[in-house]
């Protein structure tokens, strides 16, 4: 074994590059199965961003189902998601271009069944028995007013009119029929609600005609968040709610609802996106499902008679965006480990035996490249704990010159009602392996921890997040772990919000970046997508009500506090955080004299799909470190342009 040489941090070279983080990666969701046949959809940043649906043949020969310039992805709520359905082997999706369903036959070519580009669709499911989907619809035909959603019916092969199930509410999601196709079941919710905040669970009789009869109110409310319903096989609704304070099992029983388990876990997720599943059934009395208990993520079989859960023990603790279908005797889940990529994954419930139907990419990295995150509790504001995942620099290449520390890069997760992954990540692994230590945060208003912990954001957005980033920081200073003038912070969307707050109104990090980040509140509350059009008032409070703390909360309104360097990244096509948030910021910092650099991206919408953007937004990203830091970089990277440098 060689010596390794002693560099500085940030200038250690590594093989995790951005080009194999980009061109030879994909991100992978939505697994769907008709039957025996298992189904997924793919985003290949190499070809601009595309969605394309994947069936893996009992050869184990991956086949793309959807023909180029097919883009399967809905722009219903804009974050999407369930973008496809399969019975049959006839296969119905949405296109991203013209947002039309389509049906695509056994051998045949994909045909448009929905004629107007004004309605989309999502979260389908197929009504064999009479030849219809059932899909939630979005209707953008009045502009003068947001969006109108709804179930609706409509013939599988595109023929008559498509006709509303029921309609009145906000929003709609999970539109699920009984075995026998007698009963349907969704969920619902209402502005100002986001649905991990309150839905409601809905059941209705489904008559002869495909109509709904006797329509009635199951669960949830303003105040309990209720997540993927289903059918057991002998008929009994199941359902995630979180009125225990965790989101939990439960069930529809003759005598009501009664819950199948009461842990101190979390069942759910936060519902971003359609068609998200963290459980199926094995048999009437056996279910298979994903939770996360303190950050990780595991597998469990329930006996819903006994009411008990036993772990199934895998290698795997992060569960994607939650994907999980059982198919005789098989789990089939999206997961991945600290050391392993994101994969679609079948477990044998017999053996135990996990094989890899597909991963997110072929990584032919030493693991000595790889840092394992180490899990975090540290004090922040108000006496209170929050949550972290540490990554300490790692190449077996390189060692520091003596009493060096090394520079840290904070992370703020989106949403804000996420959580950081403990998923092999390479985005994180770029930075330790060139020398940076990297803190993922699960600040208050994360998921993951509870209901009181999601809350903890409520009417605090701007404070709690940036108090918990903060004092992450400062807690591994004074642990010796990172130097106190070289912390950087950086996120994406709300992630980006966190970090302009945490910039502007704190001294305590030495530069940052904003990707697609929200800089002046009240702009973004009067110029986002329905989807999200209230969120805010939870978050901060109503508006124009409170116009004040919008006020004081944006970043854009203070910029002389602000006193680094700052870089940018904007998709110009972004409908959730316009452009202008980023060039009114860019600005801002640029007049007053700051190192300060900001890149658009063509093309781009709320995050980057285009692989050379993504290449770009790395490189751009460390380079700038290296400039406002002072380290030189292992290999060359393209130079950004930084005004007042």
């Given at each position: 074994m060689s010596q390794a040489t002693a560099r500085p941090f940030g200038s250690w070279k590594s093989p995790i590059t951005s080009k194999l983080i980009t061109t030879e990666s994909v991100n992978l969701g939505q697994i769907v199965l008709d039957g025996d046949s298992v189904y997924w959809v793919e985003m290949r940043p190499s070809e601009?961003?595309?969605?394309?649906?994947?069936?893996?043949?009992?050869?184990?020969?991956?086949?793309?189902?959807?023909?180029?310039?097919?883009?399967?992805?809905?722009?219903?709520?804009?974050?999407?998601?369930?973008?496809?359905?399969?019975?049959?082997?006839?296969?119905y999706f949405t296109n991203y271009t013209d947002q039309l369903l389509y049906r695509l036959p056994p051998g045949g070519e994909p045909e448009a069944i929905t004629p107007d580009a004004l309605f989309r669709y999502a979260d389908m499911i197929v009504d064999n028995a009479r030849g219809e989907l059932i899909c939630v619809r979005e209707d953008h035909t009045n502009t003068d007013s947001e969006a109108v959603n709804a179930l609706v019916r409509l013939n599988a092969r595109g023929e008559g009119e498509p006709r509303i199930l029921i309609a009145g509410s906000d929003f709609y999601a999970y539109p699920r029929l009984n075995p026998s196709g007698t009963m349907l079941t969704w969920t619902s919710w209402n502005h100002p609600n986001m649905p991990w905040d309150g839905s409601e669970l809905w059941t209705a009789q489904v008559k002869v005609d495909g109509n709904l009869d006797n329509i009635s109110k199951i669960a949830g409310g303003t105040e309990e968040s209720i997540f993927q319903p289903e059918w057991s096989p002998d008929g009994v609704l199941h359902f995630i709610s979180d009125r225990s304070g965790w989101w939990n099992l439960y069930r529809l029983s003759e005598s009501g609802i009664e819950p199948i388990l009461d842990m101190e876990a979390e069942f759910g997720k936060p519902q971003w996106s359609f068609g998200t599943t963290s459980y199926g059934f094995q048999s009437a009395s056996s279910i298979i499902c994903s939770f996360?208990?303190?950050?990780?993520?595991?597998?469990?079989?329930?006996?819903?008679?006994?009411?008990?859960?036993?772990?199934?023990?895998?290698?795997?603790?992060?569960?994607?965006?939650?994907?999980?279908?059982?198919?005789?005797?098989?789990?089939?889940?999206?997961?991945?480990?600290?050391?392993?990529?994101?994969?679609?994954?079948?477990?044998?419930?017999?053996?135990?035996?996990v094989k890899i139907l597909r991963q997110s990419v072929s990584l032919n990295v030493d693991p000595g490249y790889i840092s394992f995150p180490q899990q975090i509790e540290f004090p922040t504001e108000d006496g209170l704990t929050a949550h972290a995942f540490y990554y300490p620099p790692r190449n077996p290449d390189y060692t520091s010159p003596p009493g060096e520390k090394p520079p840290l890069l904070v992370k703020s997760h989106g949403g804000p009602t996420g959580a950081a992954s403990i998923g092999l990540n390479l985005h994180v692994q770029y930075w330790t392996s060139r020398g940076f230590a990297v803190l993922d945060v699960n600040y208050g208003g994360s998921t993951g921890y509870g209901r009181e912990y999601r809350r903890r954001l409520n009417g605090r957005w701007g404070l709690v997040d940036v108090y918990d980033c903060i004092n992450a920081a400062l807690f591994l200073v004074r642990q010796g772990l990172a130097e106190e003038d070289r912390l950087a912070i950086d996120g994406g969307s709300a992630g980006g919000y966190t970090t302009l707050a945490a910039l502007t109104f704190h001294d305590v990090f030495?530069?940052?970046?904003?990707?697609?980040?929200?800089?002046?509140?009240?702009a973004l509350a009067k110029d986002t997508h329905k989807f999200e059009s209230r969120y805010l008032d939870g978050l901060i409070g109503p508006y124009p009500e409170r116009k004040d703390l919008y006020f004081q909360r944006s970043p854009i309104n203070y910029t002389d506090q602000l006193s680094c360097p700052l870089i940018l990244f904007q998709g110009l096509e972004d409908q959730i955080v316009p452009p202008n948030q980023a060039e009114m910021m860019f600005d801002a910092v640029r007049k007053k004299g700051l190192p300060a650099a900001y890149i658009a991206f063509k093309g781009e919408q709320h995050g980057f799909r285009q692989a050379e953007n993504i290449k770009k937004a790395l490189d751009a990203e460390l380079y700038f470190y290296s400039k406002v830091f002072g380290f030189e970089l292992a290999e060359p990277v393209d130079p950004v342009e930084i005004e007042n440098l």
């Open positions: 601009g961003g595309r969605h394309i649906i994947y069936h893996r043949a009992s050869t184990g020969a991956l086949i793309a189902k959807t023909p180029p310039p097919f883009n399967v992805r809905t722009r219903v709520h804009e974050y999407g998601g369930g973008a496809f359905a399969a019975s049959q082997g006839t296969l996360v208990q303190n950050g990780r993520w595991s597998l469990g079989s329930v006996d819903t008679a006994s009411k008990t859960l036993e772990p199934i023990q895998t290698a795997y603790s992060e569960m994607g965006r939650g994907d999980l279908k059982v198919l005789s005797g098989t789990v089939l889940f999206e997961a991945s480990s600290p050391t392993e990529p994101m994969s679609i994954l079948s477990l044998d419930l017999g053996s135990g035996n030495k530069a940052g970046a904003s990707h697609y980040g929200v800089s002046d509140l009240e």
